[in-house]
């Protein structure tokens, strides 16, 4: 989806929820553009990209609210431990093959005349099934999310990962 519009996301994130603090977990690849994803978040993240097994993984994102990010080995762990997903999806892959299991989780995703491709890269359309997803959309969708997750557990505890 392109680190500017996690970039923006998570900008507006952390002016919105100065009270809470942001777990980065992916590939070690992916530390240093995570680390300029959420700069924004000032001292209230830890970047764990490329430190943790599997298993630590899992049980950090089963002390979260809520997982966001892209189709990955984090969103299926996160499914896994009942945390809500709100995931940004590519439309080379037809809906729900590969969507985290369970009815809490919010995909965004926008089925393009291309969609199904099947492409891990796209060399025609310039990725449109991405790149026509805009940050305000997930920041509707991740409030969304937190609204439902506020209500049946009740209020976000303070320090709680994002």
């Known amino acids: 989806w392109g680190s500017e519009n996690w970039r923006s996301v998570l900008g507006a994130l952390a002016a919105e929820l100065p009270q809470y603090g942001l777990a980065l977990i992916g590939a070690g690849e992916e530390a240093a553009v995570s680390e300029a994803a959420a700069a924004a978040w000032s001292n209230r993240f830890v970047n764990l990209c490329g430190r943790l097994t599997p298993r630590e993984s899992a049980a950090v994102l089963a002390r979260t609210r809520l997982f966001m990010g892209h189709d990955s080995g984090p969103m299926h762990l996160a499914a896994t431990v009942g945390t809500p997903c709100v995931v940004v999806f590519p439309a080379r892959n037809?809906?729900?093959?590969?969507?985290?299991?369970?009815?809490?989780?919010?995909?965004?995703?926008?089925?393009?005349?291309?969609?199904g491709c099947d492409l891990e890269i796209c060399i025609e359309q310039k990725k449109k099934?991405?790149?026509?997803?805009?940050?305000?959309?997930?920041?509707?969708?991740?409030?969304?999310?937190?609204?439902?997750?506020?209500?049946?557990?009740?209020?976000?505890?303070?320090?709680a990962p994002v």
Request: proline letters at 6%.
């Open 94 to 115: 037809r809906p729900r093959v590969w969507f985290p299991w369970g009815d809490q989780h919010e995909i965004v995703y926008h089925r393009t005349d291309c969609w």
């Open 129 to 159: 099934c991405l790149t026509s997803i805009l940050p305000s959309e997930v920041l509707g969708v991740i409030h969304r999310v937190l609204t439902r997750v506020s209500a049946s557990h009740g209020a976000l505890s303070r320090n």
